[in-house]
């Protein structure tokens, strides 16, 4: 990747809902050239899909949860068995494999405490294979996520 491919994956993080004339401004490009270079970042998989960034308390999801997940096994079966399971929960917002005391990390959002726990008790303790969790809650997020930093060129 080159400076104006790293120009172009920054300006599409902080807002990529800019049409392509206004991106190719602010990274010195022209429309075509910029367009071609955001369709060949697509093409690698570089840039793999586009979303709006929403705040979750104006939705009405003021419980930010971070749950740490112990197996019973650490078998490929048991691992894969909960793998699958956590993709039919919309609730859970995101699921990590880790390395240290807890095998995964999920993140859930909920509306308060109440809706945490009907979230802990429909899904969490219906996923195969666990033996603990552990909740940790959000009290203020201090850094929002904003985009990845682009490598250098």
């Known amino acids: 990747m080159d400076r104006a491919d ?16 206004e991106l190719a401004e602010s990274v010195a490009l022209s429309p075509s050239a910029c367009h071609r270079r955001i369709r060949a970042l697509e093409e690698r998989g570089v840039i793999d899909g586009y979303a709006a960034r929403v705040d979750p308390r104006r939705i009405g999801l003021a419980v930010e949860v971070f749950v740490e997940i112990t197996l019973t096994s650490q078998s490929r079966e048991s691992m894969d068995r909960f ?64 985009g990845y930093p682009a490598p250098r060129a």
């Open 6 to 21: 790293v120009a172009l994956i920054e300006a599409l993080q902080r807002d990529s809902s800019r049409s392509i004339a």
């Open 83 to 146: 793998e699958r399971a956590v993709g039919d929960f919309d609730d859970i917002l995101e699921c990590h494999l880790m390395s240290g005391s807890a095998d995964y990390l999920l993140r859930v959002a909920a509306a308060d405490l109440e809706e945490y726990g009907r979230i802990h008790r429909d899904c969490l303790a219906r996923l195969p294979g666990v033996s603990a969790t552990r909740s940790s809650f959000s009290l203020r997020r201090i850094k929002r996520f904003e």
